[in-house]
């Protein structure tokens, strides 16, 4: 019987969450690990459709992905939670919820790195004004203090991120070997 647990990646935008997160459940499938993904960039279209990037929707939006990621790793899920997920509390809730099924995983490129690469050309938006309250702008991004993993994404290819992973997972037996 698998173990379930949750990767929970925090960033800012442009961070590589998503780029990283993606090549990790790849991985795990590959090794036939049941996964599912909760992307808030997919969320935001779907479960939280309703919200907006107030900071009260947004600890919303961080309570409706830790409360499936919960179901879903208490019965032996791998889930891969990928957020911008700002709030420190707010993670930190959804730590408390998992207990040691929970891993933190700060996708840690800065700010100026995130916006160069800008891949949805959404800091130009927010540079503009047209968008307000963009994480990392005009809105707070408070970095985890106490991280499982940290990535720095400006400083190693995402392969090398991807490894770091699944080093920590098969580290604790929670992933059969390649
Ligand atoms: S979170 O703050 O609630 O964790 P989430 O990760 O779900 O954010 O969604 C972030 C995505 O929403 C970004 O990748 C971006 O595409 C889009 N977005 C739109 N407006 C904003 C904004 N003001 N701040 C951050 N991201 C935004």
Known sequence: VSVGFTLWFTGLP???????STAVAETLRSRGVAVEVLD???????????????????????????????????NG????????????????????????????????APVEVCEGRDPKGLYAKARAGEISQFTGIDDPYE??????VVLPTHEEPAEQSLARVVELLEARGLIPGA
Do not use: H, W
Request: no cysteine.
């Open 14 to 20: 442009g961070s590589g969450k998503t780029t990283v």
């Open 143 to 148: 970095a985890p203090e106490s991280a499982e």
């Open 77 to 108: 899920v791998a889930v891969i939670a990928a957020a911008i997920s700002p709030f420190r509390a707010t993670r930190e809730e959804a730590r408390r919820l998992m207990g040691e099924r929970f891993i933190e995983i700060y996708v840690a």
């Open 40 to 74: 808030g960039d997919v969320v935001r279209r779907s479960l939280s459709s309703d919200l907006s990037f107030s900071r009260e929707d947004r600890e919303m939006n961080i309570r409706r992905i830790a409360f499936v990621s919960d179901l879903l790793s208490r």
